[in-house]
């Protein structure tokens, strides 16, 4: 299928300029030499041995052996799409930002997706947070809004970044387990940093495993600073908003799913654009005004605090469109380089201690990732405007910078690079006034670790409180140490003892009455350890329902997955009456059959398989239908991968249909006492199937669900 290249994205013309196409042309060295034998080595006779003299084979193999760059210490896994950004109305009253004032601009952007712990080639269904970075290709230069899906950090000074990482990463002894939290070392830490709680309880819920990267939200996280033409300040908080709503898999799927096809996010994603579904998601603000910091129960600087959208709601500005697919993974998603320090004129930072560390720590990441100071000339990463001034060689400099001087002021050089005036679109810090002691310590407002967590859990859906409490039952029963199970005990006790009581009983545990040390130990060896102490847990807001993924939009099926079952004689009027009302819709269907090649219908027509019932997996479909036709249910009921199949769907409560003889094979499976339930649709109307379909998932079946076998 032809890539929407859309021609006006700038980004999209610079990167032209640097793709390499070999069609119809010769194969050469790395000099321009064309070669003739890429296949055998020089030798002395046709049994000899290798001659030092062959550079053809030196060349090949030296670029081979160096070929690998290191992985990103975190966020290693991730794949990363091409699009746009569109602002909706100007905003100049809040920020002077060109991306936030013109509404006829549309930015091009690069965005990766990906997960935190694991390797590059780990799983993409691990329980875990997901990177949602975002790099704006602005005229005024490059932002990076360096996100993630959970609007919340785990800690609140960089300083405790290496030390999280460090606990959740394979142990260092064993380096084991990837791609996973749920072990020793990251509970010892998280019971010990009550910081972490509320990121944790996130990480806990079905948020963890989303269905899809188009079917998750993204957030900044920190509280940073709009500017706007007069220098005036407005906090903001931003948020992304999926078009199709937010949506997850079950722990029981995630864990299929990583088997069945480990690159199940990527896949998705890829496929999506190729397909022309090009995902969006839509820019929110919170705003609050300079003068109103101090009016929250939580401190703005903290980033284990989300402002909940009941108190400030959030104002829709723009949207983001993703529309091709990078031509070379390596060139463009590996080598991207995003630094939260990248912002432009009407964005600025605040003190948030998290976000002022990591204005260091992604630049000089990339001097080790990317090898040298200048990685911003890899193509992926040149900002759409031009670059210059008097930083100069380096490894791997590209460009070739004419004249005599590199050093301001000169005269030499007729002054220039000149320094640009306020006028003309310079960059100047926000004037924040600035009155303090030089001091190493944790500010008392960011004590409070209990309130949003339990804020949190009880804005959930029973559903997904039932989730929760499955993981944390999960995790824990991972920890080999009894010690750091009842700590965590004690401290979710705090947040909900419900909550606690299920993961007890889960862990066969007593949840302790007390514990001894001092509960927050993220403080220095001489502090005063009671002021330090996380207060009574404060109940501000009841619930707030932007936390609840059942408050979501469930108003569209584009790119579901929907299995067909059938084999040869299915019938070609059932299919018809429902594939084509699902593919209007913008449902995606897949024939499973007992074999691979094509099957025929009733109608004598040939249909191209698209998977053999032995290379797939419900847990990679949304939803499943199966057609009549006398003599395709009879050959499905003779491969039992059909009926586990069909049992699998009901326990991930995803939506079946079947007409007529189909009903026969649902009633050799665990659905036949359940064939009144809201989802199973046996001769209904198609839509009523895409009404379950986009339901997601049919929750009030879980209970029953949970007891298939399957
Ligand atoms: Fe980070 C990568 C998100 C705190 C240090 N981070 C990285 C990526 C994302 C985030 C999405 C991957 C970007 C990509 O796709 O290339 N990180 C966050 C968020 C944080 C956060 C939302 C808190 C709000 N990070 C954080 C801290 C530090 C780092 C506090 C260090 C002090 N992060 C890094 C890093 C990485 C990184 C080591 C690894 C690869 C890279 O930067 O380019 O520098």
């Known amino acids: 299928m032809e890539k929407n290249i859309n021609s006006t994205n700038q980004k999209t013309k610079s990167l032209k300029q640097f793709e390499k ?79 936030f004032t013109d509404t006829t601009r549309k930015t091009p952007v690069f965005a990766r997706f990906s997960t935190v712990a694991g390797s590059k080639g780990s799983p993409d269904l691990a329980r875990d947070v997901r990177g949602f970075a975002v790099k704006f290709y602005t005229e005024e230069g490059t932002w990076d809004l360096v996100g993630n899906n959970m609007p919340i950090f785990f800690i609140q000074d960089a300083m405790k970044f290496p030390d999280l990482i460090h606990s959740v990463k394979p142990e260092p002894n064993k380096e084991i387990p990837q791609a996973a939290s749920a072990h020793d070392t990251f509970y010892d830490f998280i019971s010990r940093t009550t910081e972490t709680l509320h990121n944790q309880i996130w990480v806990m819920s079905d948020r963890a495993i989303p269905r899809s990267y188009r079917m998750m939200e993204g957030f900044g996280i920190h509280t940073f600073r709009l500017i706007n033409k007069k220098g005036e300040s407005h906090f903001v908080k931003f948020h992304w908003k999926p078009k199709l709503g937010v949506h997850s898999v079950t722990w029981d799927e995630a864990v299929k799913i990583n088997g069945a096809d480990s690159d199940f996010h990527r896949r998705d994603l890829w496929d999506a654009i190729e397909a022309g579904h090009y995902p969006e998601w839509e820019l929110g603000i919170q705003i609050v005004a300079q003068e109103d910091e101090h009016k929250f129960e939580f401190d703005l600087l903290d980033p284990t605090k989300l402002i909940p959208e009941e108190l400030v709601s959030v104002e829709i500005i723009g949207k983001m469109t993703l529309n091709r697919n990078p031509e070379n993974f390596f060139a463009e998603t590996e080598q991207v380089a995003f630094l939260p320090g990248h912002i432009v004129p009407g964005i600025d930072f605040t003190n948030d201690p998290l976000l002022q560390g990591r204005l260091f720590s992604y630049r000089d990441t990339q001097l080790s990732r990317l090898g040298s100071p200048n990685f911003h000339q890899i193509p992926i990463n040149r900002p759409v405007g031009e670059v210059h001034n008097n930083q100069r060689d380096g490894h791997m400099q590209m460009d070739i910078p004419k004249g005599q001087t590199a050093y301001f002021p000169n005269s030499l050089g007729g002054g220039c690079p000149h320094l640009a005036k306020m006028a003309e679109g310079a960059f100047h810090s926000y004037e924040e006034r600035i009155d303090a002691k030089k001091i190493r310590t944790r500010s008392e407002s960011f004590n409070d670790h209990f309130s949003q967590p339990a804020l949190f859990y009880r804005s959930l859906a029973n559903w997904e409180q039932k989730h929760v409490a499955e993981a944390y039952t999960f995790e824990l029963g991972k920890c080999s140490q009894k010690h750091i199970k009842e700590r965590m005990l004690w401290l979710i006790s705090q947040i909900d003892m419900d909550l606690a009581n299920k993961v007890a009983k889960g862990l066969g545990l007593k949840i302790p009455e007390n514990i001894e040390e001092p509960i927050n130990q993220a403080i220095g060896a001489d502090a005063d350890i009671e002021k330090h ?53 913008g449902a995606m269907l897949k024939l499973i059959s007992p074999h691979g090649g094509t099957i025929t219908c009733d109608e004598n027509m040939e249909h191209e398989v698209d998977a053999a019932i032995m290379t797939t997996e419900s847990v990679l479909f949304d939803a499943v239908y199966i057609p009549g036709g006398k003599k395709s249910i009879d050959s499905l009921k003779k491969e039992p991968k059909f009926k586990k199949f069909i049992n699998e769907i009901f326990k991930h409560c995803k939506a079946i249909a079947a007409n007529n003889e189909a009903e026969s094979l649902i009633d050799t499976t665990f659905v036949v006492d359940y064939k009144d339930d809201n989802s199973v649709l046996i001769n209904k109307n198609p839509k009523d199937f895409i009404d379950a379909i986009s339901k997601h998932r049919n929750w009030d079946r879980m209970d029953i669900a949970a007891k298939i076998p399957a």
């Open 533 to 585: 102490q996380p207060p009574k847990k404060k109940n501000y807001l009841n619930s707030d329902p932007a936390l609840s993924q059942a408050n979501t939009k469930f108003n569209s099926i584009e790119t579901r997955k929907i299995a067909v079952l059938a084999a040869d004689g299915f019938s070609m009027s059932d299919y018809n009456s429902m594939a084509k009302p699902l593919e209007k819709e």
């Open 21 to 99: 196409n070999a069609e119809n042309k010769v194969m050469t060295t790395n000099q321009g030499l064309k070669v003739n034998d890429t296949n055998n080595s020089l030798k002395n006779g046709d049994r000899g041995s290798t001659l030092l003299e062959d550079f053809l084979l030196r060349e090949k193999i030296t670029h081979f052996d160096h070929e690998r760059i290191p992985e990103r210490i975190v966020h290693a896994r991730g794949s990363g799409a091409h699009g746009h950004f569109e602002l909706y109305d100007s905003i100049e009253k809040y920020s002077k930002a060109g991306i």
